[in-house]
């Protein structure tokens, strides 16, 4: 089921849909008016879907919902959503930072500001995808070279998506008597993840640690550094995929009564 669902849904990433409906418009080329309509839809997808401005609002949306207080409050542990590294496979000399990678850098800064004594890496091999060992023990590797303790760390790498970490995480709370949490995710990722945990974890206080956010307060520019917004690129592309990817996620995740 779950890796229908991911199937399904990256069959409605916009690039996807596009070339579906340009197929269509092929398929269907005796037929004008129908060979239009699935063209004119394709070049619609496009043109919505690679709108900055649309993208950053859905965005938006999304990351602002929660927000770390200041100072950040002390925990029993923090747990860090796995996601965003690239592990040590050849030719790669070592583990390997990508934009989601931000959730293991701000899980040792927590850490090192003595925030929590534990630090949970909790990931196995996402839905539908291939991997040569589970996503917990990589970020667990790269605490250790940010210079966090082994001893400080434990590792759950069973889970391939996010209610899977809500509901493999609970023996791991009671083992070690845990009450209170920094939950660590991309922003853009914390709601669908609050909304599991509260559920699927009622008697544990989970923090919303919130890191890699795309939409910032924004840096005075001229008015035509705007314009580009428009133009639909494969970065535009790209990010409305993932917010998508988040909204639909949400949705299904609501329907399966997870959240």
């Known amino acids: 089921m779950s890796f229908l669902y991911s199937l399904l849904l990256k069959l409605l990433y916009p690039t996807s849909l596009c070339l579906l409906l340009l197929a269509a418009a ?23 879907c690679g709108n900055g401005w649309l993208v950053g609002a859905l965005t ?6 929660y927000r770390l207080p200041e100072p950040a409050p ?27 990678g931000d959730r293991v ?8 500001q003595q925030k929590a004594g534990l630090i949970i890496c909790t990931g196995g091999v996402a839905t539908g995808g ?25 590792t759950e ?10 509901q493999n995480l609970p023996a791991i709370f009671e083992e070690r008597k845990i009450k209170r949490v920094l ?34 307060e924004h840096i005075p520019a001229p008015w035509y550094h705007q314009i580009t917004s428009f133009i639909p690129t494969p970065r535009h592309l790209l990010d409305f995929s993932e917010v998508m990817h988040e909204y639909l996620g949400m949705a299904y995740y609501k329907m399966r009564g997870w959240m």
Request: net charge positive; charged share 25%.
């Open 26 to 48: 092929v398929i269907f080329r005796k037929r004008k008016v129908l060979c239009r309509v699935c063209f004119a839809l394709a070049v619609a997808v496009l043109v919505v």
């Open 60 to 65: 938006k949306h999304l990351e602002w919902r």
């Open 74 to 100: 002390n925990a029993d542990a923090i747990i860090v959503l796995a996601g965003g590294l690239l592990d040590r496979i050849p030719p790669r000399p070592t583990i390997e930072v990508a934009d989601a």
């Open 105 to 112: 850098i701000y899980a040792a800064q927590l850490y090192k």
């Open 130 to 154: 291939v991997a040569a060992r589970p996503g917990a023990e990589v970020m667990a590797e790269f605490l250790a070279m940010l210079g966090v303790p082994k001893e400080a760390v434990v």
């Open 157 to 166: 790498g069973r889970s391939s998506n996010t209610h899977e970490h809500a």
């Open 183 to 216: 939950l660590v995710t991309s922003a853009m990722h914390m709601p669908r993840s609050m909304g599991v945990f509260r559920k699927r974890c009622p008697d544990i206080e989970f923090i919303p640690a919130p890191t890699d956010f795309r939409v910032t």
